[in-house]
């Protein structure tokens, strides 16, 4: 998907287990985003990034941090998942994210399906 | 209430019909307008943006944005059965905002 590959593409887990869902783009743009999209809900920010280093949160991001090393990778963890955190977890990148004007067009990965029993 | 209200279907329509999917939303800050499309297990794709109000075309694609009611709409025209997926509304405003978007409509192209 457009230079977005995202890992694992599938997972199971127990609850109270830590995990890592990895992003890496190719694209070289400077905003990435993590989405999580559940039904009833759609798609919800949970952190986001604007450089190396450089994160903020979003909508959603308790029980969630995040860290981005390099451009490319931009890493979602779950300390210690729960059942409430079963989702479709996407990536999305843009190149001028929140800038002042543009529209802030973001490029999706194809999605982490995460099960949390 | 919500600040992007999006009524998610399904809508089930036959094949060469003209869709309509809208979204109505809260906020008069929002000035660009997005359509997403997602298949079935896939991530969202972008269809169309458009800023401030007025109407934009894209092939059988039609985006349409009245700020005045707060409402923008997408239609597609002569529709086919690839177009069955769930359609996505998103906007921002200016600033450092970041996008809101609609919960989806899933939409159905019967053959």
């Known amino acids: 998907d457009a230079g977005i590959t995202q890992s694992p593409r599938h997972k199971v887990t127990e609850t109270g287990t830590p995990v890592t869902l990895r992003c890496h783009q190719t694209?070289?743009?400077?905003?990435m985003y993590w989405y999580r999209q559940d039904p009833g809900h759609g798609l919800r920010l949970i952190h986001y990034?604007?450089?190396?280093?450089?994160?903020d949160k979003g909508e959603v991001s308790d029980g969630y941090s995040v860290s981005r090393s390099k451009t490319e990778d931009f890493l979602l963890t779950l300390e210690s998942a729960t059942s409430s955190q079963t989702s479709v977890y996407f990536c999305?990148?843009?190149?001028?994210?929140?800038?002042?004007?543009?529209?802030?067009?973001?490029?999706f990965g194809a999605g982490s399906r995460l099960t949390v029993l | 209430q919500k600040e992007v209200e999006q009524d998610p279907g399904p809508l089930s329509v036959p094949e060469g019909a003209i869709v309509s999917l809208n979204c109505t939303y809260s906020?008069?800050?929002?000035?660009?307008f997005m359509w997403y499309r997602q298949y079935s297990r896939k991530g969202p794709e972008l269809l169309m943006y458009?800023?401030?109000?007025g109407n934009k075309e894209d092939g059988r694609f039609t985006a349409q944005v009245d700020k005045s009611s707060k409402y923008i709409s997408l239609f597609i025209r002569d529709s086919q059965p690839s177009d069955s997926a769930t359609y996505l509304c998103?906007?921002?405003?200016?600033?450092?905002?970041?996008?809101?978007f609609g919960k989806g409509t899933h939409l159905i192209i019967q053959p």
């Open positions: 999305a990148i843009s190149e001028s994210g929140h800038k002042p004007t543009g529209a802030n067009v973001l490029t």
């Open positions: 694209e070289n743009h400077r905003y």
């Open positions: 990034s604007y450089g190396v280093k450089d994160t």
């Open positions: 906020n008069s800050a929002f000035q660009y």
């Open positions: 458009t800023y401030s109000s």
């Open positions: 998103a906007m921002r405003g200016g600033g450092a905002d970041g996008l809101t």
